[in-house]
């Protein structure tokens, strides 16, 4: 054969085996769960569209292939966890097989994709170790202790509300922010107009937008995209700036604490930054492992102020829920003061109405990703390592099998079960599944609920929620429940209410209380 033969057919070989891993790529493999149609190259890819609702199309396919199913999104699987069982077996009980998380390219672009981000660190020796220090922090004892500024906070939001009802959303989130910043840094954010918070929570913003999913290309599933010229690539701009900022923002308030810890200031040392510096963070990687602090601020800053502007807008659109939760706090509280922690326990129905709201809209509906790292097995199906594991939450909360008509709000299903499911239907049943599940579930869950317990008493005791009206013809404005951002956080877009204080003593109350609670908080400001 001569040269140009032999060169010849070598292309031809070289061709039709890349034509065969282009028609392989995208293929759902041999003992994966079943899912949709694939087409070369793509897989499903295509089939998520620009990152609208893509928790609502992962839902409906739940409902189509099962509790378990498969997308290929070009050479990488990813399998779909619908239901209780399926996520106890493979993630709750999996360990750390199932405890990783996926490379997140965006996340890395926008400079929060590393070991100390600890919505997406990896299982390496740091991150297991900040693990440990977090688990400590957050123990439901631990947690106890910020239970006065909690109080601290939520009564200058109830203040906030009687003054400026109109800035309720900015309150809200002015309030989780300032929480969250106590808890994370030893210091407070006593208004959302600052040039901080806005600075804070436009590049915040920024972020739960670009990690939506959908938002971008799948880059991790197809590497090659994150090869493309600058010119083809606009999220890098977008995740550099984002980068910037936010680095910008953790840099000085670890300055601020650092000083504050020099000159002997006691909250520098008891918030989880503080406290990182005395629980065995290696010499010279302190600055490395304060960056989680960032972390546990977004966390706490957007998640319960979402559930929050949910409950404000669910009040406002169902009157007879709000009334019956009310009455039952007048019962145990009445009206000479605010309501304490001790109280919720008496407050079952209240209970039920948060424990609704969570299901009814959850923060998170398709939690946080997990890798696997060893295969499993679930109904005889291969959950292969490597492959993208995601909880369904939404699904799950709204799958009309285990919840008697899911698309009703109904508080009085956890009345009748203590998971609000059909009878018989609660099995591998938890109250958490909006926190996630394994090893990865959130360290903050205990703050966050005792927060949306505290919160959601004190407003359904002060104000009076309703539809807001028309300026022109006073007619209700009517509320749509489905009017949500689909990022990667969802709450709701932008709306008006009515918030009225139910009386001039409620609101006396709260102006009496105002000047402990600012009291307390003075030792958080001018930081």
């Not at 502007?309 to 659109?317: D, F, K, R, W, Y």
Request: some cysteine.
């Amino acid at each position: 054969m001569q040269p140009a033969e032999i060169c010849i057919c070598t292309l031809v070989a070289l061709l039709s085996w890349a034509i065969l891993l282009v028609l392989r790529s995208g293929r759902r493999g041999q003992g994966l769960p079943p899912g949709p149609p694939t087409i070369p190259l793509l897989g499903n890819a295509h089939m998520l569209g620009e990152g609208k609702d893509v928790y609502l199309k992962v839902a409906e396919w739940a409902r189509y292939y099962g509790d378990i199913y498969s997308l290929k999104i070009g050479g990488g699987t990813m399998v779909v966890l619908s239901s209780a069982t399926a996520i106890k077996q493979v993630v709750d009980k999996g360990g750390w097989a199932g405890s990783s998380r996926p490379e997140n390219y965006i996340a890395e672009v926008c400079g929060s994709g590393s070991e100390f981000n600890i919505l997406f660190a990896d299982d390496c020796p740091r991150f297991k170790n900040l693990r440990r220090i977090i688990a400590r922090f957050f123990s439901p004892q631990n947690s106890l202790k910020y239970v006065p500024a909690q109080a601290a906070e939520s009564t200058l939001l109830l203040h906030d509300l009687i003054t400026r009802p109109a800035d309720f959303s900015d309150s809200i989130r002015r309030y989780t922010h300032s929480l969250a910043k106590i808890i994370a840094y030893g210091e407070r954010a006593p208004s959302f107009r600052s040039s901080e918070v806005q600075r804070y929570y436009t590049s915040l913003d920024q972020l739960v937008h670009a990690l939506a999913p959908g938002a971008y290309p799948p880059f991790d599933l197809l590497p090659v995209l994150k090869y493309l010229p600058a010119a083809f690539a606009p999220w890098r701009a977008v995740g550099h700036q984002i980068e910037s900022v936010r680095t910008g923002i953790h840099t000085k308030m670890y300055e601020s604490l650092r000083r504050r810890q020099a000159a002997g200031d006691e909250e520098s040392t008891e918030c989880f930054v503080g406290k990182l510096f005395q629980s065995g963070v290696p010499a010279g990687e302190e600055q490395f492992y304060s960056y989680s602090g960032l972390s546990l601020l977004d966390a706490g800053s957007d998640t319960t102020g979402a559930f929050l502007l949910s409950l404000v807008l669910i009040l406002a659109t169902y009157p007879e829920c709000q009334a019956r939760a009310r009455k039952e706090i007048d019962a145990i509280v009445g009206g000479a003061r605010l309501p304490v922690p001790a109280d919720f326990p008496k407050l079952p129905y209240l209970d039920a109405l948060i424990k609704e709201t969570l299901r009814f809209r959850p923060q998170l509906p398709m939690g946080v990703p997990h890798l696997m790292g060893a295969d499993a097995f679930y109904k005889d199906y291969l959950v292969p390592k490597g492959a993208v594991v995601v909880l369904n939450t939404f699904a799950l909360l709204h799958d009309p099998e285990i919840f008697e008509d899911p698309e009703v709000f109904n508080p009085d299903r956890f009345l009748k079960s203590e998971h609000g499911t059909r009878p018989g239907m609660d099995t591998d049943f938890r109250d958490n599944f909006h926190f996630g599940g394994g090893r990865r579930i959130c360290p903050g869950q205990w703050i966050a609920g005792s927060t949306m317990q505290l919160t959601a008493m004190r407003l359904i005791w002060a104000f009076n929620f309703s539809t807001a009206a028309s300026p022109r013809t006073g007619a209700p404005i009517s509320q749509d429940l489905n009017f949500y951002a689909s990022d990667f956080i969802v709450m709701p877009r932008p709306f008006k209410c009515t918030i009225e204080p139910r009386s001039a003593e409620h609101c006396e109350v709260v102006i009496q209380a105002l000047e402990n609670a600012k009291l307390y908080l003075n030792r958080y400001e001018n930081k």
